[in-house]
């Protein structure tokens, strides 16, 4: 028997050698199989100097979509996608019964594994590696894992990788060939034939059916939606969305961006916290801040629920007499001065007063910082005509907040104060002994 | 923003991590390689299929077998027994074993040095196949080739024109290897 006469050109070890190569060839991917969330403008500039209509959409998703993360194109990147994305979301929950009705929900999926004639000593594994990674989310969120580092590093090992994504894939293909009637249309091949050849297979891309089936089976029983970006040449400004997953159109949602052959995760902006406590500092901020008095910013209404507060506007000190009274001096109280006119002590026990002594903290992430100066400088001090005026916002009402009421017990040391020595209309307080 | 800053303090640590990782990683992908064809062998042994068989080789090492088939019946290999070599990847079952027919075969599938052309060693492998499953995809090779990709391509046309000539090229090639 002679050989074909082009293969005596090699020798028999070089055609071995060379088909060895040949086997064993893959294109060299870069980057890790999952990277940490980045800049979506890093896209922009990959498309800054194509096509308009990708540059114009790359530049849009980047403020839509701030953060991506870059999924190896190693013809696994959409099942990893999802793979990943659905722990991710499931993680970010933080919901420790919710990862665990998630793990049997997803074991007992194995029913449908047995149906489709999966042998069980060879799909264990690829479940076994799944429930490792339900298993290390679990333990993040006990401890209280900030980040999704743990589900970055899960990924980027290869071997348990493939057996996690090879898992989706069976659970995918079974749930179509138990569901034939949803997904044959939309396929050439018959489907036993396409499950075997497009699913089940180690390095077979997703494509839109596939991806559909993957979402119906396995992702919309936990509650989870799945948005695909398309970035194509098609018509308008921004990347097309469509939701796979109808069902699911509050839950958290896993966002894909898709450009042809290839799947990256993408990200919305975080919405803005749902925290009272900025708004109730600023509250405790304005009155430790003393710029605007100094520029006499603040301006005083006496209002009803001023006026309603006992014995508040009885005191001579206040209500029209025009004397200003500080807000600010709970914080700051003046230096105590050793010329002050000393005045009765019980001259301001008011019962909001006493009430008053109990000094606010303010607290420590006020978003204005808390200046620790000094009183208002004197010359900047306001004439009695255009004293400072205080517009008391009626939060500061409230039963809760009335310690940070302005009126205070330093006050009367505070050169606001008429009583004070150095308060421009200073009237020294006469001690009457009938008086009150 | 925020996140920025946070992975970029992230990423340093994380691929020190993954470095650091590599070593162990690699040697757990030995243990579930192993794992994984310890089961293999199990379930031969014991459900065994009719006309194949398969052993790990005496080296030890568990990632080279040695298989054999017998040619189906109403075939030409009807009778003759056919032994193959299995080398597994790192990543088994992730990627597909590398299987060579160690006998001299005439196919039209297979080439002169024992190398094989079926799509489930390649492209459309599934980590769900096993050596059980690649031999009995052999084996219905045997009696059905695939004539529209053949490395052997004179063997293609006998088979399509003549059967007798094809068997008599079977049989004409074919060396029964010494047991070891």
Redesign the interface.
């Known amino acids: 028997?002679t050989?074909p006469s082009n293969?005596n050109a090699l020798s028999?070890d070089e055609?071995?050698r060379f088909?060895k190569l040949s086997?064993e060839f893959e294109p060299d991917v870069p980057g890790?199989l999952v990277s940490?969330?980045?800049?979506s403008h890093a896209i922009a500039m990959e498309y800054a100097n194509a096509d308009p209509t990708f540059a114009t959409k790359t530049s849009a998703l980047a403020i839509t979509h701030?953060?991506t993360r870059i999924m190896k194109g190693d013809g696994n990147c959409g099942w990893r996608a999802v793979a990943f994305g659905y722990f991710e979301t499931l993680f970010n929950l933080r919901d420790p019964m919710r990862v665990q009705r998630e793990l049997d929900r997803i074991k007992s999926l194995n029913t449908l594994l047995d149906q489709v004639g999966?042998?069980e000593?060879?799909?264990e594994?690829?479940v076994d590696a799944t429930e490792d990674i339900f298993a290390q989310t679990l333990t993040a969120i006990h401890n209280g894992e900030q980040?999704e580092?743990f589900l970055?590093?899960a990924f980027?090992?290869?071997?348990n990788s493939?057996?996690v994504i090879?898992h989706f894939r069976?659970m995918t293909s079974a749930w179509m060939r138990l569901n034939p009637h949803r997904y044959q249309a939309f396929l050439s091949p018959p489907l036993d034939q396409y499950c075997?050849?497009r699913i089940?297979?180690?390095?077979?891309e997703i494509d839109e059916v596939g991806l559909q089936a993957l979402v119906d089976g396995v992702i919309e029983g936990a509650g989870f939606g799945v948005e695909i970006l398309y970035l194509d040449r098609s018509e308008g400004d921004s990347v097309t969305p469509h939701q796979l997953s109808p069902n699911c159109p509050n839950g958290a949602t896993i966002r894909l961006l898709y450009r042809p052959g290839h799947y990256d995760i993408l990200y919305q902006p975080d919405p803005p916290p749902v925290n009272m406590a900025p708004i109730v500092n600023f509250q405790y901020g304005m009155t430790s801040n003393y710029t605007p008095w100094d520029q006499g910013a603040l301006s005083f209404d006496v209002n009803a629920h001023l006026m309603s507060i006992p014995n508040l506007m009885a005191d001579s000190a206040f209500g029209g007499m025009g004397a200003p009274m500080s807000p600010l001096s709970s914080v700051s109280p003046a230096p105590q001065s050793p010329y002050r006119v000393s005045p009765p002590h019980d001259l301001y026990q008011t019962p909001m007063q006493s009430h008053a002594q109990v000094q606010p903290m303010p607290p420590v992430s006020a978003p204005t910082p808390v200046m620790p100066s000094a009183p208002p400088p004197m010359t900047t001090l306001p004439n009695r005509s255009e004293g400072p005026q205080i517009r008391l916002n009626p939060l500061v009402m409230k039963p809760n907040l009335s310690h940070s009421l302005p009126v205070t017990s330093p006050f009367k040391n505070s050169p606001y104060n008429q009583a004070h020595f150095q308060n421009q209309d200073f009237e020294p307080i006469h001690w009457e002994p009938h008086g009150r | 923003m925020d996140y920025t800053m946070e992975d970029t303090q992230n990423s340093a640590p994380d691929a020190l991590e993954a470095t650091k990782l590599n070593s162990s990683t690699q040697r757990n992908d030995t243990q579930s390689v192993t794992k994984r064809l310890q089961a293999e062998l199990m379930q031969l042994m014991l459900s065994p299929s009719p006309g194949i068989s398969a052993f790990p080789d005496a080296d030890g090492n568990l990632l080279s077998w040695t298989a054999t088939i017998t040619g189906p019946t109403e075939t030409p290999y009807d009778g003759l027994t056919l032994k193959l070599s299995f080398a597994f990847p790192n990543n088994y079952p992730y990627s597909p074993p590398t299987v060579l027919f160690k006998t001299p075969i005439y196919h039209p599938n297979v080439d002169f040095s024992g190398r094989i052309c079926l799509d489930i060693l390649k492209d459309k492998w599934s980590a769900v196949y096993n050596v059980q499953s690649v031999l009995l995809s052999l084996q219905s090779l045997l009696g059905e080739p695939n004539n529209a990709s053949p490395l052997n391509a004179q063997a293609a046309e006998i088979w399509d024109s003549d059967q007798e000539e094809f068997k008599r090229h079977v049989l004409a090639r074919h060396k029964d290897l010494d047991d070891e």
Request: aromatic content about 8%; hydrophobic content about 25%.
């Open positions: 028997m050989n293969m028999q055609m071995q088909q086997n890790p940490p969330k980045q800049s701030p953060m999966q042998q000593e060879l799909y594994i690829f980040d580092t970055i590093n980027n090992d290869e071997y493939s057996a090879t069976l075997s050849q089940e297979t180690v390095r077979t």
